[in-house]
């Protein structure tokens, strides 16, 4: 998916540039029925989120993760980042979660946040999301 693979290609970049450890195991189906601006909201959104909140961490603890799978007809994606060992509850909702929810609702998707042991996790599920049955592309 170009579109997705522009973004992430840009997006860690400016995370490698705030020494954040990065690493990235998405995929996103060839023929998915969420259009390419809808990924790149949720990623875009995401992505700047994590990155904002690991500068607020010492470097040597900076991290982000990304990751997908598919099992049956589900498809789940997580992102997780380091943030502030204090920080106790999942922050509320900003324009960027909004934008997440709303593009998840859009694909009866679902979102949890958590926080735990500075570590901010993002999961989004959804049920299947291909037009075909073809294999996944992998992006990056």
Not at 32 to 43: A, F
Not at 100 to 124: F, M, P, S
Request: aromatic residues 6%.
């Amino acid at each position: 998916n170009g579109a997705v693979d522009a973004l992430l290609g840009s997006k860690l970049s400016v995370a490698k540039q705030k020494n954040i450890e990065v690493r990235c195991g998405l995929s996103v189906p060839d023929h998915s029925r969420i259009e390419d601006m809808d990924w790149c909201v949720l990623l875009a959104n995401a992505l700047d989120n994590a990155v904002r909140a690991c500068q607020e961490v010492p470097e040597a603890d900076r991290f982000l993760h990304v990751n997908s799978r598919r099992k049956g007809n589900f498809y789940l994606l997580t992102i997780e980042n380091s943030c502030r060992r204090e920080q106790k509850e999942v922050p509320r909702d900003g324009i960027g979660l909004a934008n997440i929810r709303a593009v998840a609702e859009k694909y009866d998707g679902t979102v949890e946040n958590t926080v735990r042991d500075g570590t901010y996790r993002l999961q989004l599920l959804f049920g299947d999301l291909t037009t075909e049955k073809k294999p996944f592309a992998s992006t990056r």
